[in-house]
């Protein structure tokens, strides 16, 4: 957490950037949502080298929030709801490590979090197989090209969008509705 603002930031990898962004940006508390890139190995790749696989990247998207707002724990609840945990490097069509399933964490509280809430959902049941998130501090986070950024908000009536995106973003509405930012801000 920063010290000065008391905001804190976590950055999440659940297949598209965009479709995760989208559902953070819902919500309460959310300060800054960004898409990017993280858990590879070269300084300040492009979306290119990144869907090329070599970078070692995965698609990303940082979030920093109000704690006294909406928790971590909470934050972690609603990713694990608006992807599927369970599918080793791919999220529905998008296949590659690009679109694995990370969280990558700022602090030892942050990791213990993370593998708490895994445990959490593992526990209910909610998915049919292992969670394979995978959890390691975070190296760097490279924002994506200007595009990218709120992706869904300015292209909702691509096809992508209608068809991937969409019913992720009425999954989050019907079970955080509680969490929801008010349609009037």
């Not at 975070?138 to 908000?153: G, I, M, S, V, W």
Request: aromatic share 10%; proline share 5%; with cysteine.
């Amino acid at each position: 957490m920063d010290e000065q603002t008391g905001l804190e930031t976590v950055t999440l990898g659940g297949g598209c950037f965009w479709c995760i962004e989208a559902a953070f940006l819902e919500l309460q508390g959310d300060i800054r949502v960004a898409s990017g890139y993280a858990g590879g190995q070269v300084a300040n790749p492009t979306y290119r080298q990144v869907c090329s696989g070599s970078t070692g990247h995965a698609e990303v998207v940082d979030v920093t929030f109000d704690p006294s707002i909406i928790s971590l724990p909470d934050i972690l609840r609603v990713f694990f709801t608006v992807h599927d945990p369970t599918t080793l490097n791919r999220q529905g069509a998008d296949v590659g490590t690009q679109y694995r399933s990370a969280i990558f964490t700022r602090s030892e509280e942050q990791q213990a979090t993370a593998r708490r809430i895994i445990e959490e959902i593992e526990s209910t049941g909610a998915w049919d197989a292992p969670i394979v998130t995978e959890v390691r501090p975070l190296t760097a986070f490279y924002p994506a090209e200007d595009h990218h950024q709120e992706y869904y908000r300015l292209n909702a009536d691509q096809p992508y969008c209608r068809v991937v995106i969409a019913p992720k973003i009425d999954k989050l509405r019907k079970k955080f509705r509680d969490r929801l930012k008010s349609r009037l801000e």
